[in-house]
């Protein structure tokens, strides 16, 4: 068994643990601080040994979940409206989101999505539209014959075409806090700018690269603020309120998760794993990597 493999193994069995745990003391749904739950994926393809990955077949029962289990899938407008003015959302919203523009995104879960009639939103780094180079935590994966091309501008129009809103996640792929100020403000203003002008509207939302708590820091809040951003999206494990900060929402980030489990992190019942993306964790993660020479994404 691959390392990936076992940790995938690792991962899931601790959610279905803290998961089971959190509802039999009745820690699930319900109430003002689960507003609206994000899902954050990233692959939709069968390549084996290929981590952050879900596969096809897994995506579309995912899919079918949300809507047995009686969630509502949102698009992003709905999300800015409701933190800009106030507009509610409809009980058990679900926003989807895919981060890095994988071209599988349009191929493979494009095609799902519009069969259920579900909107999304993906984040796309715009260093990486159109080149032939490889995201940095691709590089390693192509030695062993997998490869996961991004898409290509001409490819925006075909993703919102299909009821998938383009967004921002930069320019290079790098995390804000690992970039000089006036870096990450080229990062956050010109990827918002080049986008705008290729789409022929407003950018409005941005995705932090990694986007743990230690990815970003509150100077960049402002340069979010101050480039004209209304969203933004961390990936801190948990769902949001009434009183989120719409320019930390957190999200759920999906993997190949069993059935049971994947109900669970809809319902919130997971909601203390957050605790690795907290600083502290941040560091736990990439020690526990490091052990087993996986990626951290």
Not at 142 to 147: K, N, T
Not at 165 to 190: F, Q, Y
Request: some cysteine; proline content about 6%; overall charge negative.
């Amino acid at each position: 068994m691959g390392a990936d493999r076992a940790k995938q193994l690792l991962k899931n069995g601790v959610y279905r643990a803290i998961g089971e745990t959190a509802e039999v003391v009745g820690a699930v749904d319900g109430g003002d601080e689960r507003v609206l739950r994000v899902l954050m994926y990233h692959k939709v393809n069968d390549l084996q040994g290929n981590p952050v990955t879900v596969p096809i077949a897994l995506f579309e029962e995912q899919m079918a979940q949300i809507r047995d289990l009686g969630y509502t899938v949102v698009p992003v407008d709905a999300v800015l409206d409701h933190f800009s003015h106030g507009a509610p959302l409809p009980p058990k919203a679900v926003l989807i989101t895919f981060d890095d523009g994988y071209r599988d995104n349009l191929c493979n879960a494009a095609p799902i999505l519009q069969r259920y009639g579900y909107p999304a939103v993906v984040f796309v780094p715009i260093g990486y539209l159109d080149s032939a180079r490889l995201l940095p935590h691709e590089e390693h994966l192509v030695a062993r014959g997998v490869l996961n091309p991004t898409l290509g501008w001409s490819e925006l129009a075909e993703l919102e075409a299909a009821g998938i809103r383009v967004e921002s996640h930069g320019i290079s792929h790098r995390p804000l806090a690992n970039l000089e100020i006036d870096e990450a403000a080229r990062e956050i203003t010109l990827s918002k700018l080049r986008l705008e002008q290729r789409l022929g509207r407003p950018v409005r939302a941005f995705a932090f690269v990694k986007g743990s708590e230690a990815d970003y820091r509150p100077v960049h809040l402002s340069l979010l603020k101050q480039a004209g951003y209304e969203l933004a999206f961390t990936s801190v494990s948990g769902s949001n309120g009434l009183r989120a900060d719409p320019l930390q929402l957190h999200r759920y980030n999906v993997e190949p998760y069993p059935t049971r489990t994947f109900e669970l992190v809809l319902a919130g019942a997971c909601d203390l794993i957050a605790v690795k993306d907290t600083v502290a964790g941040w560091h736990a993660r990439r020690m526990f990597n490091a052990v087993l020479r996986t990626s951290t994404k």
